[in-house]
């Protein structure tokens, strides 16, 4: 049963699958381990902090991505939005950077 469908991070996924006790579960949390780049209470932070940019053109799952990703430059933020109809001027790609920067390791 579905009760709630929103967007998370590999971080937060790899955190859900520690409370599923399966082989399935501790093989797809050993996969995703290869490609998270942030702890999982930074990936909560990260997301806060990008929310009080108030940047109202990226929605939940846009800043996954740039949890995912942790963009180091505005090409690989442009990436992100490859596809879509979003386009982010100079200042919030500016915001965006700076603040994905204080969680890079």
Do not use: C, H, W
Request: proline share 2%; net charge neutral.
């Amino acid at each position: 049963m579905i009760v709630e469908k929103s967007s998370i991070s590999l971080a937060e996924t790899k955190e859900i699958l520690k409370e599923i006790d399966t082989e399935k579960s501790k093989k797809i949390s050993l996969f995703i381990k290869k490609f998270v780049k942030i702890k999982d209470e930074d990936a909560k932070k990260l997301r806060a902090e990008l929310d009080k940019l108030d940047i109202p053109k990226i929605g939940r799952d846009e800043k996954t991505k740039i949890i995912d990703v942790l963009p180091e430059d505005a090409e690989d933020l442009r990436k992100i939005f490859t596809g879509t109809d979003i386009s982010l001027n100079q200042e919030e790609t500016t915001k965006i950077l700076e603040t994905v920067q204080k969680f890079r390791k």
